[in-house]
Nanobody
Framework: QVQLVESGGALVQAGGSLRLSCAAS????????MGWYRQVPGKQREFVAM???????TYAYSVKGRFTISRDDATNTVYLQMNSLKPEDTAVYYC?????????WGQGTQVTVSS
């Protein structure tokens, strides 16, 4: 089983930056992939970015070039660096892990971008 704890959400002005963190309770070297998703009220949760155990990354088109996902195996933490933030990036951001064929989610962290 994996526990995920997100942090770093905040209120920021458009054009600003934030870095989200996702701390895992187990070695992320053993986790197939870790990713970030986001959700606004009334809409489905959507994919933002993913990084595999081998270090391959994938991004949603809407964030490509602005967001960067990375991992620190020493601290079992995955990061999402978000630059050039837009009001439409406002959402609750969730960390997800795929581990032993199961999905695990964190509790989410709120990101609000003001115009």
């Amino acid at each position: 089983q994996v526990q995920l704890v997100e942090s770093g959400g905040a209120l920021v002005q458009a054009g600003g930056s934030l870095r989200l963190s996702c701390a895992a309770s187990t070695s992320i070297r053993s986790i197939n992939s870790m990713g970030w998703y986001r959700q606004v009220p009334g809409k489905q949760r959507e994919f933002v970015a993913m990084i595999t155990s081998g270090g391959m990354t994938t991004y949603a088109y809407s964030v490509k070039g602005r967001f960067t996902i990375s991992r620190d195996d020493a601290t079992n933490t995955v990061y999402l660096q978000m630059n050039s933030l837009k009001p439409e990036d406002t959402a609750v951001y969730y960390c997800r892990a795929v581990f032993t064929g199961r999905l695990y989610w964190g509790q989410g962290t709120q990101v609000t971008v003001s115009s």
